[in-house]
C-alpha cells in the first residue's frame, strides 16, 4: 500500500480532533457502483441534469 | 479474483490511498477504473490485502474496466450545441468567445440553420438510437439576437430534437418566454451577483449598463416551469457573495444552478481567476448553505457542477456534464456548430488541437482521482498553461470537491445534494456497506 496521498488543498482548513474521531466505523467498508446507457451531453455553459426531462 | 488484481495487490500498487478529511473512513481508489471503497482509516494500510474487498473487486474489475472504456472512447454524439450568431448584446469579463466576433461578427442565416438542422437530424439518425432524440442547445454568444432563426428552427424540428437555449436573459421578453416554455425548451440563464453592484462588475452591456434587474424578471417569470437553471461564473468579484447567491437562487425557486469557476481560455478572464483554495472555501460554504435550506424548506436547490462530481463517483456512466471526464465530450458526445456553418469539438476549441487523454501526461497519469474530474478544460489548458498535456486551471478545487462528495457518501447524505430519482435507469452494479 502506497503512502496516503492527501487530496486537500493546503489551505484548507483542518479540523480539530473529536471523539467521534476515536469511534468505529458503522460499515467497515462503503462502496456502490451504479450503471446505465451513458448519455450526458452537458458541458460547463449548460447543463440539463433530470434524464427524464432531457428525453 | 482474477490474477491481473491478485498480482497488483501482491505488489502493493493495485489502490491509490486519500486522506478525504473525514473523521472515520478514508478512501482507496484504482483509477484505472474509477473504482473506490471508503475503509476504515486507522486500518486503510490493510486494505490492499483485505480479502472481502479483493474478491468483489476482482469479480467486478473487468465490468468496471470495460464500462469506463465505453465511456471515455466508445460514445457516439448525442446532442449538438448550436451558435446561431456571433454576436453578444453583453461584454462579460470572462467571455471566451473573442471581442471582435461578439461585438461585429455575423448572424446565421434562418435558411442555413435550417439546413444545418436537417443534415444534423439524418447524422444523429445514424448514430442514435430511434427510441432516443438527439438534444440541440442554442448557445452563445447570445442566441437571442437571431431570435427568429432560433424560434424557426424550434419549430421547424420540433418532432426531431429536444431543444434547449443559454441565454444571457435580457432579450427574454414575456413573448419569447411564452414561446420557449409552451414547447418545452430547457432555458439557462446567467447571473453573477446577489445585487447589481456585484453583477455588473463582470456582466454588462457594451455601453457599460446593468442588466441584472432583467435577469431578476427572468427568474420570476420562470418560477414554477420544468426545466430551467441559472449559472453563476466565480470570480474574484463575487466570490464572499455565493452564499447569498444560493439563497437568492432557492428564495426565487430555482431548479438547479451551477457554480462555475470561469474559463481561463482568454486571458480577460485570467483577471478574475480566484484561486483554487478560495474558490474552494467560498464554494463550500454556499454548499453547505444549500443543503441547511433544503434541511428547513424540503425543497432542493441542485448545485449542478458539484452534483456531477458526486454522481461521476456513485455511477461513472450517469453523469451529466462531459467536461468532468477524459477525454472530455467535445467531440465525443456532443459537437458545436458555428455561425459560419463550421464544426468544432466545442465552442472552447476553436482553433485549437483536439487531442487530450487524462492517463497519459503528469500529474494528471499518476492522480488517484482522474477519472472522477477529468482535469478540464483541454482548451483551458492549452491557452493558459502551455499545452494539452497540461492541467486545468482549478486541479485542488476539484480534489476539495472530490474529497467533499466521498465525505457526503460516508456520511449517507449523497442524496440530498442529487435530484429526486437521479439513479433511475441506473443499475446497481456493485455494493460493500
Not at chain 1, 458503522?26 to 452537458?42: E, F, L
Not at chain 2, 453583477?199 to 427572468?218: E, F, I, P, Y
Amino acid at each position: 500500500m502506497p503512502k496516503i496521498v492527501s487530496q486537500v488543498a493546503s489551505n484548507t482548513v483542518e479540523t480539530q480532533p473529536t471523539a467521534a474521531q476515536h469511534a468505529q466505523p458503522v460499515a467497515p467498508t462503503i462502496a456502490i457502483r451504479k450503471s446505465c446507457n451513458p448519455d450526458g451531453i452537458g458541458l460547463s455553459h449548460y447543463v440539463l441534469m433530470d434524464r427524464k426531462a432531457a428525453k | 479474483m482474477i490474477a491481473a488484481i491478485a498480482e497488483r495487490a501482491a505488489r502493493g500498487t493495485l489502490f491509490q490511498a486519500l486522506d478525504i478529511g473525514h473523521p472515520l473512513y478514508a478512501a482507496v481508489t484504482d483509477p484505472q477504473t474509477a473504482f473506490w471503497a471508503l475503509v476504515d482509516k486507522t486500518r486503510i494500510h490493510e486494505a490492499g490485502r483485505d480479502p472481502a474487498l479483493l474478491a468483489a473487486y476482482g469479480a467486478m474489475v473487468e465490468q468496471f474496466s470495460r464500462e469506463l472504456h465505453a465511456l471515455r472512447f466508445g460514445l457516439k454524439p448525442s446532442g449538438v450545441y448550436l451558435n446561431p450568431t456571433e454576436r453578444c448584446n453583453l461584454n462579460c469579463t470572462y467571455c471566451y468567445l473573442p471581442d471582435s466576433q461578439r461585438s461585429s461578427g455575423s448572424h446565421m442565416p434562418v435558411e442555413t440553420l435550417l439546413a444545418s438542422l436537417g443534415k444534423l437530424r439524418d447524422y444523429f439518425r445514424s448514430v442514435m438510437p430511434a427510441d432516443r432524440k438527439p438534444r440541440a442547445i442554442f448557445h452563445g454568444a447570445e442566441p437571442l439576437m437571431n431570435q427568429a432563426a432560433v424560434f424557426a428552427a424550434i419549430d421547424a424540428f420540433a418532432d426531431d430534437f429536444v431543444f434547449g437555449l443559454q441565454t444571457n436573459g435580457t432579450l427574454l421578453d414575456d413573448a419569447a418566454l411564452d414561446f420557449l416554455t409552451s414547447r418545452n425548451v430547457s432555458i439557462g440563464l446567467s447571473l453573477d451577483g446577489p445585487v447589481a453592484g456585484i453583477t455588473d462588475a463582470t456582466r454588462r452591456t457594451w455601453g457599460g449598463k446593468s442588466v441584472h434587474d432583467k435577469v431578476l424578471r427572468a427568474m420570476e417569470k420562470l418560477r414554477g416551469y420544468g426545466s430551467w437553471s441559472v449559472i453563476t461564473t466565480c470570480t474574484t468579484e463575487n466570490l464572499p457573495y455565493l452564499t447569498h447567491m444560493v439563497e437568492l437562487f432557492h428564495a426565487n425557486e430555482v431548479p438547479t444552478c451551477m457554480l462555475n469557476t470561469l474559463r481561463c481560455t482568454l486571458p480577460g478572464a485570467r483577471g478574475v481567476k480566484p484561486a483554487d483554495g478560495d474558490m474552494g472555501k467560498a464554494f463550500f460554504v454556499a454548499l453547505d448553505r444549500t443543503y441547511e435550506l433544503y434541511q428547513e424548506t424540503g425543497r432542493k436547490l441542485m448545485v449542478a457542477n458539484f452534483a456531477n462530481i458526486l454522481i461521476g463517483i456513485l455511477a461513472p456512466t450517469a453523469r451529466r456534464l462531459m467536461c468532468d471526464i477524459s477525454p472530455c465530450g467535445g467531440g465525443r458526445a456532443f459537437f458545436a456548430l458555428a455561425a459560419d456553418g463550421s464544426l468544432y469539438p466545442c465552442s472552447e476549441f476553436i482553433g485549437l488541437p483536439t487531442t487530450r487523454d487524462v492517463d497519459r501526461f503528469s500529474p494528471c497519469g499518476d492522480c488517484a482521482i482522474r477519472h472522477f474530474c477529468g482535469s478540464p478544460c483541454p482548451a483551458e489548458a492549452f491557452e493558459m498553461n502551455g499545452g494539452m498535456d497540461k492541467i486545468g486551471a482549478f486541479c485542488d478545487f476539484y480534489k476539495e470537491q472530490v474529497n467533499y462528495a466521498l465525505r457526503l457518501i460516508a456520511d449517507g447524505k449523497a442524496d440530498d445534494y442529487l435530484w429526486d430519482g437521479w439513479d433511475e435507469g441506473t443499475e446497481t452494479i456493485f455494493v460493500m456497506s
